[in-house]
């Protein structure tokens, strides 16, 4: 750098210069003219200058911005004119025609006889300020960007239940303005049952206290409409010391009458399921029962749904195999409904007569999720089609037999024939018509019983009754020891029920000794009876089929048991008197559901 002092200057002038040579400060001198006179090492690398000669006398207009030049001048006049310095931003212009923003501070140098010498002035780079300041702008607009159209309603509430800040998606949740929000009370706004909830928890979180950081409410709508909304709330603590809420506000009310709506119609469907006559279960892509109604829980015996989940159908449906269930599910697969009879096996053993109806279960994606099938009890359909049977087999044999017998003996009847003859004739037909008057009572009185209500019996007493008449009317020898004294829940005519069962035992033993054993015992909660003759027996299908819907081997007696233990829930089982021998006689087995005696007794 060449000599910059080529005239004597002022003392104070050069004092001043020989500690700015030695600053990191940009610092530049002007005269009175305002031309360039002085610049350190500083102020020459932010001119971008490689020496002062080039710069030596350039005036001030050169150097700043033509839109910063009134301004500059307007400063140093008042520097002139005595009053305090002060800062300005402006920019400089470098030797390049580049621009640079600086704070400038310029101060009058005296000359030491009372009038100035010159300007004196410190320049301070902002360029890299002013790119963070533009970035921070940049930022700030990219900010206010996202918070503007944010799809939640974003607000800040100050320390007084105030909004001081609301975006307009938080405007469009109220169906209002800018203006008709900011200020005010967000009270004003809240259903007025949240009020106190939203109210409360403000309160808290300002003092500092633990509360729920997101929870719902409602707000009014500018229609009178609440919309449900869901909040995510902290606090921001602000310099001065003040603590504001900022809180998201998320519109949820589509969601909220989407889930109602969901949560009515499920609960149509499960009052629509659950009181439906028939049985309703759903399985598995595996087969594996995973809901029942309490119809079909109630049909098979159970006392809970629990009872039932992951059962097959191998175990609730009486004779199919695991090939079958399996060809089934392979049916519904491949999207085949069906339709068919089956027998569904209660707890107890018994079987239950229905039409299933089975459909399968896809998901959205149309992937195969299982199938659900609704079993509808045809049990009393069943029982009608066998009481149709029943009256039929007993017009067509028992009573017609009776008929032919009636018309042989009238045939015998002849004026001319012997009195003898006549006399047997008339008793082949009163015997006849007797017999088929006696079948026409016990069909008569079978009838009548099933509209007679049910209550707790003595059963002990009436079967002491029943055998003391046996002994009474039959050549037989009763073993029977007493039992247990027993109530069940039955009628009058459960005297038919053990008469008939006792009465089979005898009137068909062709044997000279005729023996019938009697024995009951009691047995968690239930009363089991047992009666075996030592008769002829039975085998095969007459066994098989003594106590089925048909009646050809059973007769009216053992169709009157059949009956009257549908209605007492007794459950009937009959076989050899001594296990693999059909000669040895019969074993008739009812078992009975016992209750507690009435107050009274």
Request: hydrophobic share 40%; aromatic share 6%.
């Amino acid at each position: 750098m060449t000599d910059r002092h080529e005239a004597p200057e002022p003392p104070n002038l050069l004092a001043v210069r020989s500690v700015v040579d030695k600053m990191t400060l940009p610092v530049v001198g002007f005269d009175t003219d305002l031309n360039l006179t002085y610049a350190n090492s500083a102020a020459l690398d932010l001119l971008g200058a490689d020496n002062f000669d080039s710069l030596k006398g350039v005036p001030l207009d050169r150097l700043i911005a033509q839109e910063h030049l009134s301004f500059v001048r307007t400063g140093i006049a008042r520097l002139v004119d005595g009053l305090p310095p002060s800062s300005v931003s402006i920019r400089i212009v470098r030797v390049d025609g580049v621009q640079v923003p600086v704070e400038a501070f310029a101060s009058l140098i005296p000359d030491g006889h009372g009038t100035e010498a010159g300007f004196m002035v410190y320049l301070l780079d902002m360029s890299r300020r002013e790119v963070v300041e533009e970035r921070m702008r940049a930022k700030s607009d990219i900010l206010q960007l996202i918070v503007e159209h944010s799809h939640v309603g974003i607000v800040v509430v100050d320390d007084d239940y105030r909004f001081e800040f609301v975006n307009s998606r938080f405007c469009d949740i109220l169906g209002r303005t800018h203006r008709e929000v900011l200020g005010h009370d967000f009270r004003e706004f809240l259903h007025p049952d949240d009020v106190p909830l939203v109210a409360d928890r403000y309160r808290r979180r300002q003092r500092g206290e633990e509360v729920p950081r997101v929870y719902e409410f409602r707000v009014m709508h500018s229609s009178g409409e609440p919309r449900y909304v869901q909040v995510h709330s902290t606090v921001l603590r602000t310099s001065d010391g003040k603590v504001k809420s900022v809180a998201q506000i998320l519109d949820i009310t589509e969601t909220v009458e989407s889930k109602r709506a969901l949560e009515d119609s499920e609960y149509k469907f499960r009052s629509l399921v659950e009181t439906m006559v028939d049985g309703l279960a759903i399985d598995d892509e595996d087969g594996a029962l995973v809901y029942a109604n309490n119809a079909l829980v109630r049909m098979l015996g159970y006392s809970s749904t629990d009872d039932l989940i992951s059962k097959h159908d191998t175990e609730i449906i009486y004779g199919i195999t695991e090939e079958q269930s399996q060809a089934r599910q392979a049916a519904r697969r491949a999207g085949i409904t069906e339709r068919y009879s089956a027998q569904l096996v209660h707890r107890s053993g018994r079987l239950i007569p229905v039409v299933v109806s089975a459909a399968p279960l896809f998901d959205a994606h149309h992937r195969y999720k299982g199938s659900f099938a609704i079993f509808t009890d045809v049990s009393e359909l069943r029982q009608a089609e066998a009481e149709a049977r029943f009256l039929l087999d007993l017009l067509l044999h028992d009573i017609g037999n009776q008929l032919q017998l009636i018309m042989a003996g009238v045939d015998l009847c002849d004026p001319d024939a012997p009195e003898k003859t006549i006399r047997s004739s008339q008793q082949y037909v009163r015997s006849g018509a007797q017999k088929c008057i006696d079948l026409i009572a016990k069909v008569r009185s079978i009838e009548q019983a099933k509209g007679v209500p049910m209550q707790p019996v003595n059963l002990t007493e009436v079967l002491e009754s029943e055998v003391s008449l046996i002994r009474q009317m039959y050549d037989v020898d009763v073993k029977y020891d007493g039992a247990p004294t027993v109530w069940v829940m039955a009628d009058s005519a459960l005297s038919q029920m053990l008469w008939n069962i006792l009465e089979n035992a005898v009137r068909h033993n062709p044997r000279d000794d005729p023996t019938v054993w009697v024995h009951g015992v009691v047995k968690d909660g239930l009363f089991e009876l047992t009666v075996s003759d030592n008769g002829p027996g039975l085998s095969g299908e007459a066994l098989k089929g003594l106590f089925s819907t048909g009646r050809r081997f059973g007769g009216v007696g053992l169709h009157i048991v059949r009956t009257l233990a549908d209605k007492y829930g007794v459950s009937l089982h009959v076989d050899h008197r001594i296990r693999d021998d059909p000669s040895s006689g019969l074993t008739f087995r009812l078992i009975f559901n016992t209750v507690p005696p009435p107050d009274d007794h």
